[in-house]
């Protein structure tokens, strides 16, 4: 038999404690203080600077301008209310004083606040003196028909108005290319732009009527529409099918502006006056005494016919003198206006409206016929009468 043997082992464990070190408690007391302090620090530095003070500007700001001061400029520094601006002195005073009494924020909530108001003001900058604006004034300009050609003349208040009148005649030339032309009728070819750009103010109404004298003129075959001083004229002659409308078309009131003279003739009237007075003095001669504008009592009789003539001619008939070329030029000149107001007093006597009779002298300018013959002065040594349709 066998004998077993027990060994029994035991396990002895040792444990030792060991705590960290910590502060001692003379440093815990510190941190409550340490709050205080940043509290403090907010207070003074964020608090006070930006809350407090912007609250006393804007009150105070708010204060002077509900009592007029707008123009107060506020700056606050701590307790220091500071003033600017533009104003007299008593202002100035006024707007410390009531700064002085403006609410702002305080620890105990939005009393008075103990601050120190000072001011600097200066006078205000003097008001500059008006200019006086200058005068509007009337722009003149004339549009003009000779043949193919029609000038504008004068002056507009822009290159805008400048180009809007051109653009106007150019839709004649257009028009009258386009269209079919009555037989011996000359075609519009193109514009001669003369406008130039004003250095006045216009008057209202300047361009309105410088539109209107191209529109008019526009449809006529030879004349002048012009503006002067704000009065609108136009003397020219049109078929007798459009001149009643260009007459309507340039009477209609102009507002503003007036309107002057307003002869628009038929060709056809025209063309039927000169015909009969060519046909009454073809052959006949209205005579005068030797270098004289003195009539002869043997040119009554054709006077006559022609007064009765004259009286279905249309809108203003110039009588013409004319003379050779013998003698001075001045003296040539000066003897046939006194010739041409001599036929006219002669018809006016007759009962011919002085109104439609303009005298004109020529001189020896306009022969009838050149050379100098007896036959060719005497020829040239005349009295015509044509229908006044351009301003000349």
């Known amino acids: 038999m066998t004998e077993r043997t027990t060994t029994e082992r035991t396990r002895i464990q040792y444990f030792r404690r060991s705590d960290e070190p910590t502060l001692p408690f003379f440093f815990w007391g510190f941190l409550p203080l340490l709050l205080l302090a940043g509290l403090f620090w907010f207070g003074v530095t964020h608090f006070a600077n930006e809350w407090i003070e912007e609250e006393v500007r804007e009150n105070t700001q708010a204060l002077l301008a509900s009592e007029g001061l707008d123009w107060v400029n506020v700056e606050v520094d701590g307790q220091e209310v500071h003033l600017t601006g533009q104003g007299s002195a008593s202002e100035g005073e006024r707007a410390i004083g009531l700064a002085e009494g403006a609410l702002g924020g305080t620890w105990a909530g939005n009393l008075v606040s103990p601050t120190v108001v000072t001011g600097d003001f200066s006078a205000p900058a003097p008001e500059p003196e008006p200019v006086p604006e200058e005068p509007a004034v009337w722009l003149d300009m004339s549009a003009h028909r000779e043949g193919e050609v029609l000038v ?21 030339v257009t028009a009258s290319q386009e269209g079919e032309l009555p037989e011996g009728d000359v075609p519009l070819v193109r514009i001669d732009d003369r406008l130039t ?174 050379g100098t013959s007896a036959q060719a002065r005497a020829r040239n040594r005349r009295i015509e009468f044509h229908v006044v349709v351009d301003d000349e």
């Open 152 to 172: 504008l003349e004068g002056e507009v208040a822009s290159e805008d108005e400048k180009a809007a009148l051109v653009a106007a005649a150019e839709a004649y």
């Open 197 to 370: 750009i004003s250095s006045e103010r216009a008057m209202e109404g300047s361009h309105m009527l410088a539109l209107r004298a191209v529109n008019t003129i526009g449809r006529c075959q030879r004349g002048t529409a012009s503006v002067q001083t704000g009065v609108y004229s136009i003397r020219c002659a049109a078929h007798e099918d459009v001149a009643g409308e260009i007459r309507d078309a340039a009477s209609a009131a102009a507002d503003p502006g007036e309107l002057g003279s307003i002869n628009v003739l038929a060709l056809e009237a025209i063309a039927s006056c000169e015909a009969a007075m060519h046909d009454l003095l073809a052959g006949r001669t209205i005579e005068f005494a030797v270098g004289s504008a003195e009539l002869r009592a043997s040119s009554n009789g054709l006077l006559d016919e022609v007064a009765e003539a004259a009286q279905n001619c249309p809108g203003t008939l110039r009588v013409e003198g004319h003379t050779d070329d013998t003698g001075q030029l001045d003296a040539n000149m000066q003897l046939s206006r006194d010739r041409a107001a001599s036929v006219r007093e002669a018809l006016i006597s007759r009962g011919v409206s002085a109104d439609s009779l303009v005298p004109a002298g020529y001189g020896p300018t306009r022969p009838r016929e050149e």
